[in-house]
């Protein structure tokens, strides 16, 4: 019983520090900015979509009419690709950068991780690690 007290009273302890955490996280202005930065790039993902399906069309009909397709409108279509990419990594917490007009148009970096990656030589408790030597030319397949 003593036990079971010890573990239930640790579960408590943990829950109220997730509940100030919690509670300060609410508080903090920095999230809530995000959080209007991403409604806003949603809102604006949308309408590029838009945009895009409306190239698309017009490069099938330009395929379509003259035989190719339009350079320029292909030249703004991997811009606008290239922005659809910067949205989305903002949107899914990959990349803390603001997309246009907060950046450069049609610039993409190289994406800095927002969290720090694991280290390569931890393993997970739960994994299994399976080491298979290579074939040599005495293993033939029996018949």
Do not use: C
Not at 36 to 52: A, G, N
Not at 73 to 94: E, H, P, V
Not at 97 to 103: S, T
């Amino acid at each position: 019983m003593v036990k079971f007290l010890k573990i239930f009273h640790g579960v408590w302890i943990m829950a109220e520090d997730k509940q100030e955490q919690l509670k300060k996280n609410l508080q903090d202005g920095n999230q809530w900015m995000r959080i209007l930065y991403m409604l806003l790039f949603w809102i604006v993902l949308y309408f590029v979509l838009m945009v895009t399906g409306l190239i698309i069309f017009v490069q099938v009909l330009f395929a379509l009419i003259t035989g190719s397709d339009n350079k320029n409108l292909r030249k703004f279509a991997a811009d606008l690709t290239k922005y659809i990419n910067q949205i989305i990594l903002f949107l899914t917490y990959n990349d803390d950068r603001k997309p246009f007009p907060f950046a450069a148009w049609g610039k993409l970096d190289k994406v800095k991780p927002v969290s720090k990656p694991a280290p390569v030589n931890e393993v997970d408790e739960h994994e299994s690690i399976i080491e298979i030597e290579p074939a040599t030319k005495d293993d033939k397949p029996k018949k």
